[in-house]
């Protein structure tokens, strides 16, 4: 990304902290000439927006130097020393070994051809990506080295997706965000790449994550669903109490910038210098780095097309194609870079003649100045990109189009299309009607011309690169300062230490233990998640002792919960959410409200089954007091937009009766109103009100009935992370397993244990 000048506005304040911009390049190079080491600084996009934050905040940057060869060179360090004092760049010294694997592998063979919907030409090798996992902790350790309390780090792109979880981890309550520079691509081709879901983990990691569009945030967030099986909204991603914010925010350029170059006095001649070279000619422009992404092939056949079709354009128009080699140590490149210049060689030979060419294709790169005078005069670009993130280059020729004379062709799958609908949008492999877009721009009436350029004009104005700059700057302190606020109002962590204390000095125990996801984990099927010996040992040690009421308060059916716990003595069963009670010594089921008609179940189902006959993998349970719709087995994306369907069906359905429909973990379950686990607890209290020791544990939303009612000074714990009435959490039932382990163990004497075992 080149930058053509800049000028700063909408910076934010130094209170937001020190930024830290991480990205796989530093605006600095190092290259070895001959006489020993070479430094220099690109001026890319990137720098043009990051420079003003810097110098604002006093920030840094860090990035890889370009170069692993021969680290201890003295002359080598103290050029990087010096990037360190003078310009704020901290070089990551990535370790040979690793480069070619981390930078030409994984990132460019093969995030690069997948995020741009290639699967096709992907590549990958399991030794590649270990080399970027090994540069992305390179990364980090540079950047745990640097970190100072209230920095603000900035992450860029697909070289550096692990990152953002490798800094939360080393350290917990850094401020992370991370904008993706290149396509997301569809779930379905994102499904394609090994390692997705340890990629999906790592971005996870930031409070704030950026795409340009909005297309690539939603390809994301289903990926997310699909792959990882979490949920999002439109703006944010809800993990347990702690949210990441997601935006689309396309880059932009820096357009007063180009304004400066073309009034000045170098440019201008360069411009004149086109106009006479090219008097009665009109002129194309292309300007690319040579990517298969990028589309030149299908470009020049295009433009071939164009000729052939409009003989009298013949020796009348010339298209400029400047083209940048870029990664020719990948093979693929090297044959499109060939493809390229054959193409042109081709198309020249065939339809040139000695005072005309075609095709003039400068494979360099340009000065700004240059860039901006071509664009100035060229009556119309070819953006025409297979696939693309953004695109400047669209961008830039708008800018430079102040008289509003010139016409832009864009393809519509570049990510600038979204925000550019006056350009003349074209699909860049249907060869024909591209040919006939350079028509018709090469005859668009001037006022047509003018008002379109005008009204993209105004939106790269508006929409510049610093505006982005500052708000992404400003959406991750926000996003960070509200993870902040959540970390402190939510449930602490269970302390171990005291509930056993507790535990050990209480004579009446009262212990409401929830089923799935709380003491066995979840299973594709409801009748797979079966107790393990394990729990039943730990239950059966528990229930034993006389100071415990120990209840088992499922949503499970009665037949669930009587076979795998009816034979544990001294244990009471809860089903239905507690509908059907079970005590253990008269081990006979009780109802609150006996005789309950269940007529209300046969339009229920009908409308429950109706959404199962449309989704595949789905299938309605009946319980003596509910119907089930299960869809864990279904497409998690079909699945979770169906059941807010069928919610809001029931809803209108069940407004005026008994009934409610409440969605649980991949079900919604319609059940009576006083079937509720806050009625199992006045059942066990109404009697015995003396409990010196109430615990209550639970994963799901009607887990929460119970909390709510848990007096005070009662221990009440959700497992997993999501939002709680519960005070304490516990991270999965495996901990809770431990937990429930260790009171039993502590509080039966080793003499009655053994009694217990031997039963
Ligand atoms: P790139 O793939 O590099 O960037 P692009 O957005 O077109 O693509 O930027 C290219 C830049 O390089 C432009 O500023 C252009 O002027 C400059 N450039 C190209 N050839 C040049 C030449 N020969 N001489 C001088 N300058 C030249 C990635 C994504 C894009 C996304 C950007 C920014 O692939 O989709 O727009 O990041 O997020």
Known sequence: MENKGQTKKDVPNADLGRLVVVSNRLPMTLTKVRSGWKSSRSTGGLA???????????????????????????????????????????????????????????????????????????????????????????????????????????????????????????????????????????????????????????????????FHTHRYLQNFRSSLLRVNGIRSSMDRISLGSRQIRLEAQPIGIAPLGFRDILEQEKTQEIIAEFREKYTGVKLLVGVDRIDITK??????????????????????VTLIQVAVP????????????????????????????????????????LSHEEL???????????????????????KE??????????????????????????????????????????????????????????????????????????????NTADAAASRAKTDADR???????????????????????DYDGTLVGYAQRATDAVPTPELKKILRDIAADPRNSTVIVSGRAKSDLERWFGKIPDLWLAAEHGAVMRNPVQKEWTSSHP???????????????????????SYVEEKEFSLVWHYRMSDPEFGEWLANELNSTLDELLADTQLRAIQGRKNVEVKLIWANKADVLAQMTHDEPDFDFMLAAGDDTTDEDLFEKMGPDTWT???????????YRLRDYREMLDLLANLSGSAVPEKAKSVIASR
């Open 491 to 513: 449930p602490q962590r269970l302390p171990r230490a005291e509930i056993a204390a507790a535990y050990e000095k209480a004579a009446k125990r009262l212990i409401l233990l």
């Open 326 to 365: 870029s990664r020719g140590n990948i093979p693929r490149y090297k044959e499109l870079q060939q493809e390229v210049d054959e193409l042109v060689g081709q198309i020249n030979g065939r339809f040139g003649t000695p005072a005309w060419s075609p095709i003039v294709y400068m494979r360099r790169n």
């Open 717 to 727: 714990v959700h497992i997993g992370s999501e939002n709680t009435l519960a005070r």
């Open 372 to 394: 901006a005078a071509l664009y100035a005069v060229a009556d119309a670009a070819l953006v025409t990109p297979l696939r693309d993130g953004q695109n400047l280059v669209a």
């Open 595 to 617: 005789n309950v008609p269940d007529n209300w179940k046969k339009e229920v189902f009908e409308v429950l089954e109706h959404f199962a006959d449309r989704t595949p993998g």
């Open 48 to 210: 043009t927006a990051m420079d003003p934050l810097l110098d604002r905040t006093g920030g840094i940057w860090i990035g890889w130097s370009g170069d692993s060869s021969a680290k201890n060179d003295p002359q080598r360090q103290s050029i990087l020393e010096e990037w360190r004092e003078k310009e704020n760049c901290i070089a990551v010294d990535l370790p040979p070994d690793i480069v070619k694997g981390y930078y030409e592998g994984f990132s460019n063979a093969t995030l690069w051809f997948l995020f741009h919907s290639f699967p096709g030409l992907f590549n990958f090798s399991t030794s590649d990506w270990r080399d970027y996992v090994r540069a992305n902790e390179a990364f980090r350790d540079a950047v745990v080295a640097e970190h100072r309390p209230g920095d603000l780090v900035w992450i860029h792109d697909y070289q550096l997706m692990l990152l953002p979880q490798m800094i939360r981890e080393a350290i917990p309550d850094a401020r992370i965000g991370f904008f993706l520079h290149i396509p997301f691509p569809s779930s379905d081709v994102f499904r394609v790449l090994p390692r997705r879901d340890e990629v999906l983990k790592g971005l996870l990691g930031a409070d704030y994550i950026s």
């Open 397 to 474: 020729y708008v800018a430079c189009k102040l008289d509003g004379d010139g016409v832009l062709i864009l393809s519509e799958f570049a990510g600038a299309a979204a925000e550019m609908g006056e350009a003349i949008q074209i699909n860049p492999y249907d060869e024909d009607r591209v040919a006939s877009a350079i028509s018709r721009a090469l005859s668009m009436p001037a006022e047509e011309k003018r008002e379109r350029m005008a009204a993209l004009y105004k939106r790269v104005l508006r929409n510049d690169v610093f505006t982005w700059g500052a708000r992404f700057v400003r």
């Open 295 to 316: 589309g030149l092939p299908e470009r020049l056949k295009a433009f071939r097309r164009f000729l052939t079709k409009n003989r009298r354009m013949q020796g009348k």
